[in-house]
């Protein structure tokens, strides 16, 4: 893993300005956020600078404003959410550069917090125009990035600013690089990886980056159907993309040359109508799948057998579902592999890694999500990293 500058690394913060990316990217429902967890896991940068004395601004983004001023999309708008979390008030500062910033500045107290407003407001921000990032910088003393949910973006506040000002990762960038580099960057093997999901064409570079990585590559979800339709199975009326099987059989050539084993299920569980509990539900063979049928989740026999190569390994990285587990009872098997892997990393033999919306609502649907090594929920970030790709917000941050 690339070296990097953590908050450890700074000094004697007394009346510094701590210009501070953090996601406050919050859902909102009749003016309140619904969902404050980005708030909770920004919380101890926050906290921590504000102890040692410095005069922290928060810079994030909110929503798709296209570069105007909209009132519905300010910053403003979450100041409530965030004092709710941090147990502390917010100075509320309606520009992110310039004389009003910097008069804010001279009033804030050591220790004090402001929050400033949204940056997409402003169309250098997304431009990563570096005079933007330049103005901004001009009122700060150094720069955290707490946001790794925002490093797949080149923005002026995710990159730019970091060019001008001594940059930092705050404590839950350095939370998660740590984790990502346990998972794929040096990790204990061996390694599997999940990639879940509906679409093979969603996933594509992600599964050519792991094949190279891991010695274990777990497809489920409706992805799962296009590599058995590779492999000559007729999937009846399942969700597949048809189109894609040569790259499917390209994919699984790749891995086989690279010493990687892709797992895909043996027995499938099926219906004729994909709705909770239907009356044509069963569970057959991969090869006994009817024309008018659709496989809707792997069968308890590939359930089992993934259990066991879960056994063998040190590290795993997940991303994606194994079946539509958001509908009874095709998360039968999700929630079991799910709380395999909480056991397993709870008894120390498991490094587990796992991102990505549906990957956190299926632990939580589970009840095992304080029970797995890390979960991020990055989204785009997460997905760009497993796909091998440079986040141009990490790398800046790099020493």
């Given at each position: 893993m690339a070296a990097f500058k953590t908050l450890d690394d700074l000094g004697d913060l007394t009346g510094k300005v701590a210009l501070v990316r953090v996601d406050?990217?919050?859902?909102?429902?009749?003016?309140?956020?619904?969902?404050?967890?980005?708030?909770?896991?920004?919380?101890p940068t926050i906290l921590e600078?504000?102890?040692?004395?410095?005069?922290?601004?928060?810079?994030?983004?909110?929503?798709?404003?296209?570069?105007?001023?909209?009132?519905?999309?300010s910053t403003s708008m979450v100041v409530g959410d965030v004092e709710g979390v941090i147990d502390k008030e917010l100075m509320f500062i309606p520009e992110v550069a310039g004389p009003v910033?910097?008069?804010?500045?001279?009033?804030?107290?050591?220790g004090d917090i402001g929050l400033l407003?949204?940056?997409?407001?402003?169309?250098?921000?997304?431009?990563?125009d570096p005079n933007f990032a330049q103005a901004i910088a001009a009122n700060g003393d150094f720069y955290v990035n707490d946001a790794f949910s925002a490093a797949h973006r080149a923005h002026a506040t995710t990159e730019g600013i970091a060019h001008f000002l001594p940059a930092y990762a705050g404590r839950a960038m350095e939370k998660e690089l740590k984790a990502l580099d346990a998972a794929l960057g040096s990790p204990e093997q061996p390694v599997a990886a999940v990639v879940g999901g509906a679409k093979v064409s969603t996933k594509l570079a992600v599964l050519e980056n792991l094949v190279g990585k891991v010695q274990h590559l777990?497809?489920?979800?409706?992805?799962?159907?296009?590599?058995?339709?590779?492999?000559?199975v007729d999937v009846g009326k399942s969700l597949c993309e048809h189109d894609l099987t040569g790259t499917a059989s390209k994919i699984m050539d790749e891995a086989d040359h690279a010493?990687?084993?892709?797992?895909?299920?043996?027995?499938?569980?099926?219906?004729?109508?994909?709705?909770?509990?239907?009356?044509?539900?069963?569970t057959c063979n991969v090869h006994e799948v009817a024309e008018?049928?659709?496989?809707?989740?792997?069968?308890p026999g590939a359930t089992e057998a993934l259990a066991d190569v879960l056994k063998t390994c040190r590290t795993l990285v997940w991303n994606g579902p194994l079946g539509a587990f958001e509908t009874e009872p095709f998360d039968t098997a999700t929630m079991a592999f799910a709380r395999h892997v909480a056991a397993l990393t709870q008894e120390g033999s498991l490094i587990s890694v796992a991102g990505g919306g549906d990957t956190v609502a299926?632990?939580?649907q589970a009840g095992v999500t304080g029970d797995v090594t890390y979960i991020s929920t990055a989204g785009g970030a997460f997905l760009e990293w497993m796909e091998g790709k440079v986040l141009p917000g990490v790398a800046a941050l790099e020493a």
């Open positions: 406050l990217n919050l859902p909102m429902k009749d003016g309140s956020a619904t969902d404050v967890t980005r708030v909770e896991a920004v919380k600078l504000s102890e040692k004395g410095a005069k922290v601004l928060l810079l994030a983004h909110f929503g798709r404003p296209g570069g105007k001023r909209s009132s519905v999309l910033v910097e008069q804010s500045i001279g009033i804030l107290r050591n407003e949204n940056t997409r407001f402003w169309t250098g921000e997304e431009a990563n777990i497809i489920g979800g409706g992805m799962a159907n296009t590599f058995l339709a590779a492999r000559g010493g990687c084993t892709v797992h895909l299920p043996y027995d499938v569980v099926v219906s004729k109508e994909f709705a909770p509990n239907p009356p044509s539900l069963r008018d049928e659709m496989i809707l989740d792997i069968g299926a632990l939580a």
